[in-house]
Nanobody
Framework: QVQLVESGGGLVQPGGSLRLSCAASGSVFSRFRMGWYRQAPGKQRELVATCTSDGTTNYADSVKGRFTISRDNAKNTLYLQMNSLKPEDTAVYYC????????WGQGTQVTVSS
């Protein structure tokens, strides 16, 4: 069973940046199209960005131009560089496959506030 561990969240002022990481156990990581998701209080979990095994990316309109998803298959790690953060980006961020086929990790809290 692949385990996912997210890290890198924190408190940041509007306009700031954070870089999230998602470490996956096991060697199957490179096969999957991976995604970053987020869940704000009182809202459903939403897909933010995806990255195929060869690096093709897609983004939700709300983060396009501000967030960059990337991966290092050798390290079984997925990244999310978040720039120009807004208060509405506040959420718990999770990683999973693009079809949510793995057990969810604990997530990492991102709070954007002045």
């Amino acid at each position: 069973q692949v385990q996912l561990v997210e890290s890198g969240g924190g408190l940041v002022q509007p306009g700031g940046s954070l870089r999230l990481s998602c470490a996956a156990s096991g060697s199957v990581f490179s096969r999957f199209r991976m995604g970053w998701y987020r869940q704000a209080p009182g809202k459903q979990r939403e897909l933010v960005a995806t990255c195929t095994s060869d690096g093709t990316t897609n983004y939700a309109d709300s983060v396009k131009g501000r967030f960059t998803i990337s991966r290092d298959n050798a390290k079984n790690t997925l990244y999310l560089q978040m720039n120009s953060l807004k208060p509405e980006d506040t959420a718990v961020y999770y990683c999973n496959t693009a079809i949510q086929s793995l057990r969810w990790g604990q997530g990492t809290q991102v709070t954007v506030s002045s």
